[in-house]
């Protein structure tokens, strides 16, 4: 169970670099940044794997500058009442601009041919003459009049589907869970695959923009590859977990996947013919790490501060603006009478409440109690422990 009874100053600890814009949101009255912390109240984290991380005693919330959640240990953190955030959309342009960048470059064999130009480094006056004999090896597509598949139209794939139909291409896209703002946001342009197999059948390139899964985990294997064009190149920024290796090397050697471009490059890919394996740069910009720098942090320090809670993974969003001289926040089990129990125990201190907001999302639900009253001296542990021990409550705070 996670404890938190005074507001005390906070420490944060970052697993990875974070722009330091985003760390500046911390203020140093309030915070301390200690990466050597065994218990911070706070991680900001990237794409280092958690899985083996301690969680301690303080830990209220992780915070991902990032969109990919596979490094969390979420359902761990829910068991223990720790709030995890993700940063929606704040790296969704970099990568879309890197997804059209390969897109296009692969599709003009630009980076073979770049590596093979370099290796006329010492050819002098006869470089010119070698260039224009060497160039009929590279030739390309244009990839005008192709049709693009788009698996996954969130963040990312919605631009990368709008963005790919103003370079002329026929773009069709599948996602059976996309949100009400995403179906906004997209072009009607955009043909509606009913099944990921019409998406499979019909593609020249295929990319892929959905979450890691135990649904999405090995989506392109033998059986998928099957069914797409002979010659398809696919362009993975997800994850690479979501292609089955063994089957994609086999369907690279006989030429039915044309080429693989992946930013999760490991050994086995960087041993499989026609693959360009980038060093996981679809993220990597200057202003897409800011940007999810700054929102990770402002997120965090919102929640600590105040109890609010936007864009997390495993909480249910909830805003509530402060109306008492205390506030109670309570994660608990989503069961009956959770929060007449917390009401009773509050009133059974001679406490009045201000106002108070209760959301549920799955198996738990989030409790904000604001009270009217100052709340000091012994009535503090007492309103404390009462709320914490009350069954089904995973972890209190007093804001
Ligand atoms: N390479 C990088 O640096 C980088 C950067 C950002 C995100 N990512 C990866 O890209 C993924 C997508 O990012 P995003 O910001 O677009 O996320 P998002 O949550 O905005 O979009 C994901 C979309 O996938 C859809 N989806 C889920 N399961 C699906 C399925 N089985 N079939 C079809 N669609 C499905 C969802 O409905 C949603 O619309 C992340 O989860 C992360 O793994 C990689
Ligand atoms: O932090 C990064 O560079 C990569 C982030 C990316 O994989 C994500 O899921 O957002």
């Not at 990237?46 to 490094?71: E, Y």
């Not at 470089?127 to 788009?150: C, H, M, R, S, Y």
């Not at 099944?195 to 295929?206: G, K, N, P, Q, V």
């Not at 490991?266 to 013919?273: D, F, P, R």
Request: with cysteine; net charge negative; glycine share 8%.
């Amino acid at each position: 169970m996670s404890t938190s009874i005074l507001n005390k100053m906070k420490t944060i600890k970052t697993l990875n670099n974070i722009a330091e814009n985003g760390l500046k949101v911390f203020n140093k009255e309030n915070y301390v940044i200690d990466n050597d912390s065994d218990n911070p109240d706070a991680i900001v984290v990237r794409s280092f794997n958690m899985h083996q991380t301690p969680l301690g005693d303080d830990l209220k919330a992780i915070a991902r500058a990032g969109a990919g959640v596979n490094n969390i240990p979420v359902e761990k953190c829910t068991e223990q009442g720790i709030v995890v955030f993700n940063t929606p959309g704040a790296n969704a342009n970099a990568v879309k601009e890197m997804v059209l960048t390969c897109l296009m470059a692969s599709s003009r064999n630009l980076f073979d041919g770049v590596a093979w130009t370099k290796t006329l480094v010492n050819e002098g006056d006869q470089i010119p003459k070698l260039v224009e004999a060497g160039k009929k090896q590279f030739v390309g597509n244009e990839i005008k009049g192709k049709t693009l598949g788009v698996i996954g139209l969130g963040a990312i794939g919605a631009l990368v589907a709008n963005n790919a139909l103003d370079l002329d291409m026929d773009v069709i896209g599948f996602d059976p869970f996309i949100s009400v703002d995403t179906a906004w946001n997209l072009s009607r342009n955009v043909q509606r695959a009913m099944t990921i197999e019409e998406l499979f059948a019909s593609a020249d390139y295929i990319t892929v923009h959905v979450p890691l899964t135990n649904d999405t985990r090995g989506m392109f294997n033998q059986g998928t590859f099957s069914i797409m064009k002979q010659g398809v190149q696919i362009l993975n920024f997800s994850r690479g977990e979501l292609v089955n290796e063994t089957d994609m090397e086999q369907a690279l050697e006989n030429g039915k996947v044309g080429r693989y471009i992946t930013d999760f490059p490991n050994e086995a890919v960087l041993k499989m013919k026609n693959t360009i394996p980038v060093p996981h740069l679809g993220a990597s910009t200057a202003e897409s790490e800011e940007n999810c720098a700054i929102m990770a942090a402002r997120q965090v320090k919102d929640f600590l501060e105040t109890g609010n809670i936007k864009n997390s993974v495993n909480f249910p969003g909830v805003y509530l603006p402060y109306a008492g001289k205390q506030r109670v926040a309570a994660f608990h089990k989503n069961v009956p009478n959770m929060v007449g129990q917390m009401t009773l125990s509050i009133s059974s201190l001679g406490l009045n409440i201000a106002d108070m907001v209760n959301r549920s999302r799955g198996e738990y639900a989030y409790t904000m109690i604001d009270i009217d009253n100052e709340v000091t001296g012994d009535i503090l542990p007492a309103l404390y422990e009462k709320i914490a021990q009350i069954e089904g409550v995973v972890s209190t705070r007093l804001i």
